[in-house]
């Protein structure tokens, strides 16, 4: 008995994105409780040269977005950086999401080996699919998702573990 | 082509694991170039009612431990929750990558579909193998050994996401 490369991936990132809609509206909701301006929890960062929260979800996006993509061998489509509200932001997880729903086990599956090349930021990466999503995009979206967790829990935003980990 | 339970867990715990003491150390060299107590870091959180750095250390060192062992049906060795050092909290983490490194593939493989009960709080948790690895072990660890950095990053030591992410 084995599993596939799909099981490994879509699912997992439908499901911890799932929960980051679910994490961005507790903030949303905190921020309207309290009478929070909603700008200062998503400007919010945990250091100064940290990313704020708005690109915590961006960059989740784009990693599971991008990374499914390239393992189907496909061109993820673009979304421009430019939400600053709790709504723009599940708005553009919610399309990450849909998208990674029109993806197919037969896209996925045999990409084990596949060679898959990015470049982040100066460094041109070269990965097989299997080590590429265990050891790139699974770790850094759950990265994004947890900073973005973090985030808000340090502004006070009432969150545990299970908005993190989603019901099953 | 498929992939197996082994491929899909133990490697990336280890990795992360081993990710997390490179972090750790550099808190820990931090804490001697600053002349800050080090026992400052270890107890630091990002909110009063979150864990502490230390505490990260260890569930993220209990979930993969204890993870694993559910795959092989092992029982995994109890550590002591009694590190207040870095040093000792590195110890911690390289016995549990010690204890990984003893579990093989025929030990883990085959394990998709087998029933997993776990006590987390007062709830009592059922899991076949499969989603058990994919929506509990993973994103947990990856929640731990995040946070831990980001309580580090947030006291000011200087981590990039090639610390957490690990060279392949």
């Given at each position: 008995?084995?599993?596939?490369?799909?099981?490994?991936?879509?699912?997992?990132?439908?499901?911890?994105?799932?929960?980051?809609?679910?994490?961005?509206?507790?903030?949303?909701?905190?921020?309207?409780?309290?009478?929070?301006?909603?700008?200062?929890?998503?400007?919010?960062?945990?250091?100064?040269?940290?990313?704020?929260?708005?690109?915590?979800?961006?960059?989740?996006?784009?990693?599971?977005?991008?990374?499914?993509?390239?393992?189907?061998?496909?061109?993820?489509?673009?979304?421009?950086?430019?939400?600053?509200?709790?709504p723009e932001l599940i708005a553009r997880v919610q399309k990450t999401t849909a998208y990674l729903e029109t993806l197919t086990p037969e896209q996925i599956d045999g990409s084990e080996e596949k060679s898959i090349t990015l470049t982040v930021g100066k460094e041109k990466m070269t990965f097989e699919g299997l080590p590429y999503l265990l050891y790139f995009i699974l770790p850094n979206v759950y990265f994004h998702v947890t900073t973005t967790y973090d985030i808000l829990r340090h502004c006070g935003v009432e969150l545990g573990k299970g908005d993190y980990l989603g019901k099953a």
């Open positions: 008995m084995t599993i596939t490369m799909y099981q490994a991936s879509i699912p997992s990132l439908i499901r911890s994105l799932n929960n980051l809609v679910s994490i961005l509206e507790k903030g949303a909701a905190h921020a309207e409780a309290r009478k929070i301006d909603p700008a200062v929890l998503v400007s919010s960062r945990l250091y100064p040269d940290m990313f704020p929260l708005v690109q915590q979800v961006q960059i989740a996006s784009d990693i599971a977005r991008r990374g499914a993509a390239r393992l189907a061998g496909l061109e993820a489509p673009n979304l421009e950086d430019n939400e600053t509200s709790f």
